[in-house]
């Protein structure tokens, strides 16, 4: 007669942290399958098992050799196993032991004979289950082999605990950004507020302010209102994107699009430093699939970044290209240049480089945030700059991006 092991006393606790994990009935995954055909190969065994123990069966996280995805609770070995979380758990000779002899898993299909458990036990001591070995001929485990053994559970439930720490990462990802949408949107709603009254009154749309100092106080009202915003819709982008929330709204759009729009934006802010905007355009150039309004934003940021480093009455070149690699975008100035160590700065998120020609600062956002939209086009971005020689922003989209003539 198959006897069941009974539950621990701490059996409530050992189901809740088993739940905590949100691991069962989880599709396989590698790193774990991988870990069980090392264990298989190590101990020689035709059968090996990530098993969990619920409530009233054994799920199976990994395994090889068997097809089953789970089994009674009541037949299962490592049932018993878990009662001694410090301990290997070996049965030599199923047939010889009273617990297991008349277990249909031993009379019948998969002919259990040997099996050895290695417990998965937790930080506070609960075994959650085990990494088993089986064959179907009695046996034992060579010393060597036991500690293999050993040595590959505590690999399972490291595993686990990288799991429950990426989903606690994720769901404090998910929680920042609920909290960044809605503080952006109290505060976008006064902002709004200020920008659209201090514009009348800089324009002096009901009559005049009475004294030139004000106008010039609504002025700057307005344009720290405007940057603030600025700062706000940078750092909610970069948001979306660490927590994998930024969806491409794709259209096929000609590549000169992007690029005049944001030059044309750019004029008066460039016009205000006597720097010159070229465009190098070849009038053959093709139409890509991607998101516009995405590229069009890492243009802004790139061209920005160029008139705040380039000092009055240089140049800033917009060019585009097509070759083998797909459609490359350059931004090129004749700014003050970086070195590296000022480079890899730039490419950080929050990273600020202090100079005397950028006569204000930003959210430290643009070029990361630039480089995360690239990358999910499947692009590349890259940053040429020596000290003195200028920089130059280089974007490639990758071959697919293009579409074809005909299309």
């Known amino acids: 007669m198959t006897t069941g092991a009974e539950p621990g006393p701490n059996e409530a606790a050992r189901l809740a942290e088993l739940a905590a994990y949100n691991i069962l009935d989880t599709k396989a995954e590698q790193a774990y399958d991988d870990i069980t055909y090392l264990a298989s190969q190590i101990c020689g065994t035709p059968i090996a098992l990530v098993s969990l123990i619920d409530t009233d069966r054994q799920w199976f996280k990994s395994k090889v050799g068997v097809e089953a995805e789970q089994t009674s609770r009541d037949l299962a070995f490592c049932a018993h196993a878990i009662q001694r979380p410090q301990e290997l758990f070996v049965v030599r000779d199923a047939t010889q032991d009273d617990r297991f002899s008349s277990n249909p ?16 036990v937790t930080s506070s001591g609960n075994a959650l289950g085990t990494l088993c070995v089986i064959d179907r001929v009695p046996r034992e485990l060579a010393p060597s082999e036991r500690q293999s053994l050993l040595a590959l559970s505590r690999m399972v439930m490291a595993q686990m605990d990288l799991r429950i720490s990426r989903d606690r990462a994720e769901a404090a990802d998910r929680m920042k950004m609920v909290f ?76 000169t699009d992007p690029v005049e729009t944001a030059l044309r934006m750019l004029a008066l802010h460039a016009d205000g430093k006597h720097i010159a905007l070229h465009t190098s355009l070849p ?15 890492v243009l802004i940021n790139l061209v920005t970044n160029a008139i705040k480093f380039t000092p009055d009455n240089g140049t800033v070149t917009v060019s585009a290209a097509v070759d083998a690699g797909g459609v490359r975008l350059e931004v090129a100035d004749t700014g003050i240049g970086m070195t590296e160590e000022e480079l890899a700065t730039a490419l950080t998120m929050f990273g600020q480089i202090h100079n005397d020609v ?24 890259r940053l040429h700059s020596s000290p003195g020689g200028g920089t130059t922003a280089v974007i490639t989209l990758p071959p697919h991006r293009i579409v074809p003539q005909a299309a």
Do not use: C, K, W
């Open 105 to 120: 898993l031993v009379v019948t299909d998969p002919n259990i004979r040997f099996y050895a458990g290695a417990p998965l």
């Open 180 to 255: 960044l949408a809605n503080m952006s949107h109290e505060i976008r709603t006064p902002l709004n507020a200020i920008l659209g009254l201090s514009e009348l009154m800089t324009i002096e749309a009901l009559g005049p302010l009475g004294n030139d100092e004000y106008l010039e106080y609504a002025s700057d009202i307005n344009a720290s209102g405007t940057h603030l915003l600025s700062l706000i819709n940078d750092i909610l982008d970069m948001s979306r994107i660490e927590a994998n929330e930024l969806a491409l709204a794709e259209t096929i759009f000609p590549v």
């Open 283 to 297: 009038p053959d150039l093709p139409a890509i699939y991607a998101d516009e309004r995405r590229i069009t934003q």
């Open 358 to 381: 950028a006569q204000q600062s930003g959210s430290g956002l643009g070029l990361p945030i630039s480089q995360r939209l690239v990358e999910a086009h499947d692009g590349t971005f």
